[in-house]
């Protein structure tokens, strides 16, 4: 069994391609992905030959389908993982069909429709209980609701950036 190298990232949902980048960079310095762990922030790489390698990232709010995978293995890529509906596939660089596992803006953007849902609807849900927290007049659980939803707010535009971003010309 080969040794393991663990290492520890953290990416906003968004940053899909720099994340992408990166696991591609570990490739090359000879660590390839074997598992990801701890809601997408600890990865274990195997450690083995630099090779150049591309990795894509996609995510789904429902179980990967036997057709959904087949359709990734029919075009070359290999699933490396999957972590709480994110799915980590990786293909020799020039082996694959595509270079990317998405080739239209429609495609490549349903993952952040997703993720925005996953936001904005817990949100939507917690309203009447977050009023109610807001005028109980305790600062500390305020000030933690507060900072709760300001930074749900700031994940979903970042994603509406992005997903604006696929749809305007060069993206």
């Known amino acids: 069994m080969k040794k393991l190298v663990?290492?520890?990232?953290?990416?906003?949902?968004?940053a899909d391609h720099t994340f992408e980048r990166w696991l591609e960079q570990k490739a090359r310095e000879g660590l390839h992905l074997k598992r990801?762990?701890?809601?997408?922030m600890l990865f274990a790489f195997e450690r083995g030959q630099?090779?150049?390698?591309?990795?894509?990232?996609?995510?789904?709010?429902t179980r990967a389908d036997a057709h959904?995978?087949?359709?990734?293995?029919?075009?070359?890529?290999q699933r490396v993982d999957e972590q709480l509906g994110w799915q980590f596939w990786r293909a020799p660089a020039g082996t694959a069909r595509t270079t990317?596992?998405?080739t239209d803006a429609e495609s490549m953007g349903r993952k952040y429709k997703y993720l925005i849902g996953l936001f904005v609807v817990p949100l939507?849900?917690?309203l009447p209980?977050?009023?109610?927290?807001?005028?109980?007049?305790?600062?500390?659980l305020i000030a933690m609701v507060v900072g709760l939803h300001a930074l749900c707010f700031y994940c979903v535009a970042r994603l509406v950036k992005?997903?604006?971003s696929l749809r305007s010309p060069g993206a």
């Open 6 to 14: 663990w290492k520890f990232k953290w990416f906003w949902d968004d």
């Open 36 to 40: 990801v762990h701890a809601m997408r």
């Open 50 to 61: 630099p090779a150049a390698v591309n990795y894509r990232i996609d995510f789904r709010l």
């Open 68 to 77: 959904y995978l087949q359709l990734f293995e029919d075009a070359g890529w």
């Open 100 to 102: 990317e596992i998405f």
């Open 124 to 126: 939507l849900l917690q």
């Open 129 to 140: 209980y977050t009023v109610k927290h807001l005028s109980s007049g305790r600062p500390g």
């Open 162 to 164: 992005r997903l604006r």
